[in-house]
T-cell receptor, first 115, second 114 residues
Framework: NAGVMQNPRHLVRRRGQEARLRCSPM?????VYWYRQLPEEGLKFMVY????????ESGMPKERFSAEFPKEGPSILRIQQVVRGDSAAYFC?????????????FGPGTRLLVL | AQSVTQPDIHITVSEGASLELRCNYS??????LFWYVQSPGQGLQLLLK??????LVQGIKGFEAEFKRSQSSFNLRKPSVHWSDAAEYFC????????????FGTGTKLQVIP
């Protein structure tokens, strides 16, 4: 059973470009969470999604950031018009449907660098 | 809102020595409690978790943690540290009952010296 997959592992963008981060949850998991980890800081919750639904996006910046988890395919975290402050590690986690937030399994992360 | 405090930003121990990493939480009821470990450039791996029952929980890699309700603490321990334990450790809490988001502590970086 493969773990949570994230790609790309590293992403370099110039200011103003778009960044798309992908997350494939563990098999059988229908809940996906995105977190951001700034240098020397802990993880900060961004958004919680189920298939085709955003359940909690209280941690998402109001502008430029969006997330989706379509019926088919991976979850996508999209950052438009990136700025240097978006440079961080972005982690995805997933959990099974019967214990949504209790135990989350994390992917290896995508490290975004904005030049 | 719940919060998690890891008061030690950086800890250095000698290989073979015992280890205790502190975690205190602030929440009205007993939350679910977790410890994760993150090696450099990697994601988070779950070490152990507490939901209810026995307050001393065993995890992977020889780690254990004890939930103390009176102190609102969930400290992580290991009797004998190995060089491969050098990593960053995060405590996390989730309020029990219904969905609420996970709150992570700021982490403790563990350095192991020979």
């Amino acid at each position: 059973n493969a773990g949570v997959m994230q790609n790309p592992r590293h992403l370099v963008r110039r200011r103003g470009q778009e960044a798309r981060l992908r997350c494939s949850p563990m098999k059988g998991h229908s809940h996906v969470y995105w977190y951001r980890q700034l240098p020397e800081e802990g993880l900060k919750f961004m958004v919680y999604l189920q298939k085709e639904n955003i359940i909690d996006e209280s941690g998402m910046p109001k502008e430029r950031f969006s997330a989706e988890f379509p019926k088919e395919g991976p979850s996508i975290l999209r950052i438009q018009q990136v700025v240097r402050g978006d440079s961080a590690a972005y982690f995805c986690a997933s959990s099974p449907p019967n214990s949504p937030q209790e135990t989350q399994y994390f992917g290896p992360g995508t490290r975004l660098l904005v030049l | 809102a719940q919060s998690v405090t890891q008061p030690d930003i950086h800890i250095t121990v000698s290989e073979g020595a015992s280890l205790e990493l502190r975690c205190n939480y602030s929440y009205g009821a007993t939350p679910y409690l977790f410890w994760y470990v993150q090696s450099p450039g990697q994601g988070l791996q779950l070490l152990l978790k507490y939901f209810s029952g026995d307050t001393l929980v065993q995890g992977i890699k020889g780690f254990e943690a004890e939930f103390k309700r009176s102190q609102s603490s969930f400290n992580l321990r290991k009797p004998s540290v190995h060089w491969s334990d050098a990593a960053e450790y995060f405590c996390a809490v989730v309020p029990s009952g219904g969905y609420q988001k996970v709150t992570f502590g700021t982490g403790t970086k563990l350095q192991v010296i020979p």
